[in-house]
């Protein structure tokens, strides 16, 4: 009987391993980046950064945290990420504020308009399993999912949301994560040689929108 146990828990034991491994093999790709942006920000000291930016990808490529350092000596660090709407940067925000007490945080409001329920498990969603602040993500993830049992487990189980990419497989793919040096270097920022024309709408004509965020009241806050 105990031999017949320890089989079965053995068996369970290696296919709970392998597809642990496949779904690291299929990951989306497009969120490598944000495990060095995350982790960079963790191995700063306690309490070393005056600034700290949120936001989407207009953050993230348009704000040089080491600019901010070299030329006024403010100690800034950009904490944006592609796709990143207002519910992830709340996550973010949340995380932040265990390790540092920033003088001024800048929010970029690109994503205001953006409801921050997700019916599908997508990028911005799993690169949130970087952050440290576990009952934080917890909330997150209730706010995304709901009670969709589905979603939570697409989430702790990538391989049933991302199996497709089976067939898109790259070296990057089988690669263990690893922090780039570069996000360290830039402090978070992360420049491109890209350009985008854009029009830019006269503010006047912009509808209000009310964002609320009570930082010293730590759980207690009120919804984008």
Not at 1 to 8: N, P, Q, R
Request: charged content about 20%.
């Amino acid at each position: 009987m105990l031999k017949k146990v320890s089989i079965v828990f053995m068996t369970c034991l290696i296919m709970v391993c392998l597809i642990n491994k496949l779904s690291f093999i299929v990951r989306p790709l497009d969120t490598v980046g944000a495990y060095s942006q995350v982790e960079t920000f963790h191995s700063l000291p306690n309490n070393s950064l005056q600034v700290i930016a949120y936001g989407s990808s207009h953050t993230l490529r348009g704000l040089s945290s080491i600019e901010m350092y070299k030329k006024y000596g403010i100690g800034a660090y950009n904490y944006g990420w592609h796709w990143q709407n207002m519910n992830t940067t709340k996550l973010f925000i949340e995380d932040s504020l265990q390790t540092q007490s920033p003088k001024v945080i800048l929010i970029d409001t690109y994503c205001v308009n953006r409801d921050y329920e997700d019916s599908e498990l997508n990028a911005e969603i799993y690169y949130s399993r970087y952050i440290k602040n576990k009952k934080a993500l917890i909330s997150y993830l209730h706010r995304c999912f709901g009670n969709n049992i589905e979603r939570y487990l697409e989430y702790f189980i990538p391989l049933l949301k991302f199996h497709d990419n089976w067939n898109t497989l790259t070296n990057e793919s089988l690669a263990k994560l690893s922090i780039d040096p570069t996000y360290y270097k830039e402090m978070g920022f992360c420049p491109s040689d890209a350009v985008t024309k854009i029009v830019i709408p006269d503010h006047n004509d912009l509808n209000d929108k009310k964002i609320i965020y009570n930082i010293k009241g730590g759980a207690d806050y009120e919804k984008f």
